[in-house]
Nanobody, 115 residues
Framework: QVYLVESGGGSVQPGGSLRLSCSAS????????MAWYRQAPGNQREMVAE???????TYTDSVKDRFTISRDNVRRKLYLQMNSLKPEDTAVYYC?????????WGRGTQVTVSS
């Protein structure tokens, strides 16, 4: 069974930074494509950033040049460094992967950006 556990969320003022972490188990992490999604109240869940086994990255336009996704295959961890945070970044952030044809999600971590 694949388990994904997020941490690092919290409340920050606009312009602030947060670093999210996701600990993964139950899968061959080194070859998995991993991603961060987010869901704000009343909105659909959207992909924020994705990183492949070869460390190729993709970002949604609204976070380019502000967020950085990275991975540590030895520690089996996924990260999301979020800088210059805006109120519209407020959402629950989820760690995601697909393994053996199934989707796996963490429980999410709340990020709130407010003055």
């Amino acid at each position: 069974q694949v388990y994904l556990v997020e941490s690092g969320g919290g409340s920050v003022q606009p312009g602030g930074s947060l670093r999210l972490s996701c600990s993964a188990s139950g899968l061959n992490f080194g070859i998995a494509t991993m991603a961060w999604y987010r869901q704000a109240p009343g909105n659909q869940r959207e992909m924020v950033a994705e990183i492949t086994r070869d460390h190729m990255t993709t970002y949604t336009d609204s976070v380019k040049d502000r967020f950085t996704i990275s991975r540590d295959n030895v520690r089996r961890k996924l990260y999301l460094q979020m800088n210059s945070l805006k109120p519209e970044d407020t959402a629950v952030y989820y760690c995601y992967t697909r393994n053996r044809g199934r989707d796996f999600w963490g429980r999410g971590t709340q990020v709130t950006v407010s003055s």
